[in-house]
């Protein structure tokens, strides 16, 4: 086959799959104005310190509310031109059949017959509190009357109902593949920008969240139950407060660069190309990884290498499938350079005292697993469940009845040492005071404890829909799609040593992120069910047939 031979096949193929570089309709108003509102609730959601903050999360769910209305707003172009939107109706009719939606709504459903019907009242103010018996309709999910602030059920409801309305506006309103790789492009480059300003944080020493956020600092934090020693100082890490929690918002960060990595290499493997955006999205994957490494969490750490050895595995696979079209090896030496420069950078910067801290720490817990705290939380979860396992407790409850197990057992009275300046000695002293348990640091234990067996019940239906759209739609996952669901099962791993579900925005991020890709696989398969196309079953097909 001669060159100009091999110039007309490639235009053939090209012009036949619809990549022949013909201009395309531009995103409709609505889809854009959708677009922009998801993107704004994604970049809300994680940098202002996770969206742990009141009035963040009043925001997110705000964008989340408009971007949901937005799906029956009349968008005032004609139903027949090129582009078009569909109807409110025609919204309506696939808001209908979408399983999620019925789902999300039976759970706030759910959450608001707790809320409105409580079992218990907060009373007290400070440290002395208690919980007042109340009169209830006991065949009812029943929770507990409890303050705004820190946590209770319409605080609960408010971070995970906007994510249920946001994961709505992103299966019914993003209708175009261009849309698709737009917010994923806005997802990836999100989490490199904040994984590139917790690398620059290290390198200055910064002293807070972004240089100017001062975290609340603890300077002696609880002691072993066991051995009576102090644990590290609670720090920040990124614009967390939490480092375990910055570590899993970065893995998220890295399933999704990964994944659009792979992506744009099978695409351009089909069009025959020596580059491509997948050579600037492994640059950003290595920063994501470096960042979510440096983090030092056991588990973070733990996921953040098995998601790179699946990354290098899927992109071997991908790269021996169709070596020969690849007319180069320049992807493989740029992947290459960037885990080496990954690697240098880590033990240039790593924490190795904090790093020897954690493997005795490790090692301690293997030999010894009730010398940690966590191992008697997840025991009193556990009576928890046992006490109420129908209805559960009430969402955002779990702080506040913890403590009542402490009698039964001793090991969940743990102390901390509260700095304050005595004016009569003139010095600075600790005085020591039981420290609140806000957390099971086990989601899987939490989330039936609050919202029992019936509520959790619900979240486990909506995983089940994803995994029967997997099936179903099996021969559309390709690699790029074998990576992300596969991340996201690791990074939900981390769940079962830490509440990282219970950070909104990496609920939102991780949710988000999952509903993008069973949206992407499951429209393929309707792109290939219709006639007239030219698909590749290597890159998951069309996602949306192309306007004439």
């Known amino acids: 086959m001669t060159w100009a031979t091999h110039g007309d096949f490639v235009r053939r193929f090209r012009r036949q799959t619809g990549r022949d570089g013909a201009s395309k309709?531009?995103?409709?108003?609505?889809?854009?104005?959708?677009?922009?509102?998801?993107?704004?609730?994604?970049?809300a959601m994680t940098w202002p310190v996770g969206g742990q903050f009141f009035m963040v999360q009043l925001l997110c769910a705000g964008l989340a509310s408009v971007a949901f209305i937005a799906l029956f707003v009349p968008a005032g172009t004609k139903p027949s031109s090129v582009g078009s939107d569909p109807t409110a109706r025609q919204n309506a009719r696939c808001l209908a059949r979408f399983p999620l939606f019925w789902l999300g709504l039976g759970l706030v459903v759910y959450i608001v017959v707790q809320t409105l019907n409580p079992a218990y009242a907060f009373a007290g103010t400070g440290r002395e509190w208690s919980l007042t018996p109340l009169d209830y309709i006991r065949w009812l999910p029943a929770g507990m009357e409890l303050p705004a602030q820190p946590m209770n059920g319409w605080r609960f409801l408010l971070a995970t109902g906007s994510v249920w309305l946001a994961i709505c506006s992103l299966w019914v309103g993003i209708r175009r593949r261009k849309a698709m790789r737009i917010l994923f492009w806005i997802f990836v480059v999100n989490h490199f920008a904040w994984a590139a300003v917790t690398l620059l944080q290290i390198m200055t020493d910064a002293s807070g969240i972004l240089w100017f956020y001062e975290t609340p600092v603890v300077t002696e934090m609880a002691r072993d139950p066991l051995t009576g020693e102090l644990t590290r100082e609670t720090q920040f890490y990124g614009l967390m407060i939490n480092p375990n929690h910055a570590a899993a918002l970065l893995n998220i960060?890295?399933?999704?660069?990964?994944?659009f990595f792979l992506y744009h290499l099978q695409w351009s493997q089909r069009k025959f190309a020596r580059g491509g955006p997948h050579l600037v999205v492994v640059v950003m994957a290595s920063v994501i990884l470096a960042a979510a490494i440096l983090a030092v969490s056991r588990a973070g750490t733990v996921v953040a290498i098995a998601l790179m050895?699946?990354?290098?595995?899927?992109?071997?696979?991908?790269?021996?499938?169709?070596?020969?079209?690849?007319?180069?090896?320049?992807?493989?030496?740029?992947?290459?350079?960037?885990?080496?420069?990954?690697?240098?950078?880590?033990?240039w910067r790593l924490d190795w005292a904090h790093l020897d801290w954690r493997?005795?720490?490790?090692?301690?817990?293997?030999?010894?697993?009730a010398s940690e705290l966590r191992f008697y939380l997840n025991k009193g979860t556990w009576r928890m469940i046992e006490d109420?396992?129908?209805?559960?407790?009430?969402?955002?409850?779990?702080?506040y009845r913890i403590p009542g197990y402490r009698q039964e057992i001793p090991e969940l009275r743990v102390y901390v040492w509260q700095p304050y300046w005595d004016e009569e000695e003139g010095r600075v002293r600790h005085e020591r005071y039981p420290a609140a348990i806000t957390h099971a640091h086990n989601d899987f234990l939490q989330y039936p404890a609050e919202l029992g067996l019936a509520g959790s019940g619900i979240i486990v239906l909506a995983f089940l829909w994803g995994a029967v759209v997997i099936v179903r739609n099996r021969r559309s996952v390709s690699t790029p799609w074998v990576f992300l669901f596969s991340g996201l099962v690791l990074v939900s791993a981390h769940a079962a040593v830490d509440f990282i579900f219970y950070i909104p925005g990496?609920?939102?991020?991780w949710s988000i992120l999952g509903v993008m890709g069973l949206k992407w696989i499951d429209r393929s398969r309707e792109a290939r069910a219709r006639p007239g196309r030219v698909t590749s079953r290597h890159a998951g097909g069309r996602l949306f047939q192309q306007p004439p």
């Open 359 to 369: 493997i005795q720490q490790t090692q301690r817990l293997i030999e010894n697993p």
């Open 506 to 509: 990496i609920l939102a991020a």
């Open 253 to 259: 960060g890295l399933v999704a660069a990964g994944a």
């Open 388 to 399: 109420r396992p129908l209805f559960g407790w009430g969402a955002g409850s779990y702080r």
């Open 25 to 43: 309709p531009p995103l409709s108003r609505r889809e854009r104005a959708i677009l922009v509102l998801l993107a704004a609730y994604l970049v």
């Open 309 to 347: 050895l699946l990354l290098v595995m899927c992109f071997a696979a991908s790269l021996a499938r169709r070596w020969r079209e690849m007319g180069t090896p320049f992807p493989a030496l740029v992947l290459f350079v960037g885990l080496v420069v990954v690697v240098s950078g880590l033990v």
